[in-house]
């Protein structure tokens, strides 16, 4: 039986540059509790995990209730932001000519991602993308990376097996959620994790560029 090819991709730094507003959002959490807001650096860091294992590795010595309470924060602030039209998220340039070109190529696309159902929906359907995906997996309904539920489901909702998947991810842990579901991993070099970052965590290549991630898909 033939296997439909499946794009899995990132959101967060792979689609879309939401770092402002990622750093924003944590910065109002944090003064809700009343700390001091991480280092720029240490929050782009923890993109892509989920937040209660992101706010853990940012307070490592809080209590888990406390990361689950910062997470919340976290979640008003983002959604205070939205409401005031203070959220951008804007497409990577060249994704949405990508992502129309992978569609109309055969190939299956999903998401797997840190974000909520709701702002993974929001942001896709802001840039009139939405309809090309088959599969939206997020942290509302997973374990977070690089654990390799999003994965899995995906390939299972696409009709994909792991020899017909890619994963295409900014940070070490998506890297590591390929290596762990068995399906090749696509670093890009545009988002919150360093080449050698995205090699040492088991990509198979590093993209540098629309054309060369392109290349690199094609390449499955």
């Known amino acids: 039986m033939m296997s439909n090819r499946l794009a899995l991709f990132d959101c967060d730094g792979t689609l879309v540059d939401s770092q402002h507003d990622i750093v924003e959002a ?3 959490a944090f003064a809700a509790v009343k700390l001091a807001p991480p280092p720029r650096p240490e929050i782009l860091s923890v993109i892509g995990l989920s937040l209660p294992l992101a706010m853990a590795r940012l307070v490592p010595d809080a209590e888990e209730r406390f990361h689950d309470h910062l997470a919340e924060q976290y979640k008003a602030a983002f959604r205070a932001m939205r409401h005031a039209d203070g959220v951008s998220e804007p497409l990577y340039p060249g994704i949405a000519e990508l992502v129309v070109k992978l569609a109309e190529d055969g190939w299956m696309l999903g998401v797997a991602t840190g974000k909520s159902d709701r702002g993974l929906q929001i942001c896709l359907t802001t840039h009139g993308i939405i309809d090309h995906f088959v599969t939206l997996q997020t ?13 899995h489901l995906a390939m299972s909702e696409a009709g994909a097996r792991p020899e017909t998947t890619v994963m ?3 940070t070490s842990y998506d890297m590591e959620m390929a290596v762990n579901a068995g399906v090749r ?6 988002g919150y994790h360093s080449p050698q970052e995205l090699m040492a965590a088991g990509a198979h290549a590093v993209a540098v560029d629309m054309d060369d991630l392109a290349r690199h898909i094609a390449d499955l």
């Not at 991993?185 to 545009?190: D, F």
């Open 26 to 28: 944590m910065n109002r």
């Open 139 to 151: 942290a509302d309904r997973h374990p977070s990376k690089p654990h390799p539920s999003m994965a």
């Open 168 to 170: 295409i991810g900014d």
């Open 185 to 190: 991993g696509i670093g890009v070099n545009w």
